[in-house]
């Protein structure tokens, strides 16, 4: 455990910094006490454990607006048993009420120089505004021009429409009649497959009894051909033999007309 004897100066009084020291010390489980000083400045004791004290130290110098510390001192104090607790030692009745009000108006001041700012920045948004009507009043003028268009489309959509309330009659006659037709199709289609299979297993047929008379054909056709070489060849032989008897009797002729007996 460590004590601290803590010294404030700047925007401290009148704007809350008390509170704000409390519930700062109450957060990190430090106990002392805060009191305004006569000449303006906070002093504050604290003790605690080191790191509790050192985070408060640093949190005490930053406080949220519109307090500001300018200056700050620390000195290492005693430890006071008989504290326990964290409080805000109050001053005078009528300084406590100043204390008070001075809190509000010092908020009031701040948010009134922030609300003159916000002020000029009305004022040139209110000139922006002031182009933006004109520019609104020139908008509504091409407003008025697409309403008329948008008239003129909408009656155009409403022909639109009716063109394609028949069109959807026109699909849907030809979708009956694509219907009929694919019927039709199915019928002809498996009329011509039962077609191709009856072409087909009569050419098998005829193609067998083509074989078997090309087979015929070509047997009969190497016999006659034997029985031509045959009859050829016996030709030759009888016209051999003829032209041998006819050599024969010419020269028996001649002898018998040699003889005289011609």
Do not use: C, H
């Not at 704000?20 to 003790?47: R, W």
């Not at 408060?56 to 326990?84: M, Y």
């Not at 021009?145 to 030809?174: A, I, L, N, T, V």
């Amino acid at each position: 455990m460590q004590a601290l004897t803590l010294r404030f100066k700047g925007r401290v009084q009148r704007v809350g910094f008390r509170r704000y020291i409390l519930d700062l010390a109450q957060d990190l489980q430090i106990a002392g006490f805060v009191v305004n000083e006569k000449d303006g400045s906070v002093t504050v004791f604290a003790q605690g454990s080191e790191e509790n004290l050192t985070q408060f130290v640093k949190r005490a110098q930053n406080p949220p607006p519109p307090a500001f510390v300018k200056e700050f001192s620390e000195q290492k104090a005693e430890l006071d048993s008989s504290i326990k607790y964290f409080v805000i030692k109050p001053g005078e009745l009528w300084e406590e009420m100043s204390e008070g009000f001075g809190a509000m108006q010092t908020i009031f001041v701040d948010y009134w120089g922030e609300f003159r700012e916000f002020r000029q920045e009305f004022r040139d948004f209110r000139g922006e505004f002031k182009d933006f009507r004109e520019e609104f009043k020139d908008f509504r003028g091409e407003f008025k021009d697409f309403r008329e268009e948008f008239r003129d489309f909408r009656g155009e959509f409403k022909d639109f429409r009716e063109e394609f309330k028949d069109y959807r009659q026109e699909f849907r006659e030809f979708r009956q009649e694509f219907k009929d037709y694919r019927e039709e199709f199915r019928d002809f289609a498996k009329r011509t497959d039962e077609n191709f299979r009856f072409v087909l297993e009569r050419y098998g047929e005829i193609s067998e009894k083509l074989t078997t008379i090309l087979n015929t054909l070509i047997e009969e056709s190497k016999k006659t051909r034997e029985m031509l070489e045959a009859l050829g060849k016996e030709l030759n032989e009888t016209r051999n033999a003829l032209a041998q008897a006819l050599q024969m009797l010419s020269e028996a002729v001649g002898k018998m007309k040699s003889k005289g007996l011609g």
